[in-house]
């Protein structure tokens, strides 16, 4: 499961079998999308494995633009 949060709203979409995943995204080349920063992380259930029963991956911060 990925989720993504942009502008303070989230989406969250499964992505590919486990161990990994893929999510193709296109990003339209729209000036207003320089600076934007976009989070993500995925999660997924594993009974036993902690009191909670989930695992989770690092987060990843993404921003879209140039150097």
Do not use: D, E, K, Y
């Not at 979409?13 to 993500?40: E, Y």
């Not at 009974?47 to 989930?54: H, M, Q």
């Amino acid at each position: 499961l990925l989720s993504i949060a942009v502008g303070g709203v989230f989406v969250s979409m499964p992505v590919g079998p486990p161990p990994t995943g893929t999510l193709p995204l296109t990003i339209p080349p729209v000036v207003s999308l320089v600076a934007m920063t976009f989070a993500a992380q995925s999660a997924t259930l594993a009974p036993g494995v902690n009191a909670l029963g989930v695992l989770s991956s690092n987060g990843l911060l993404l921003t879209i633009g140039h150097l």
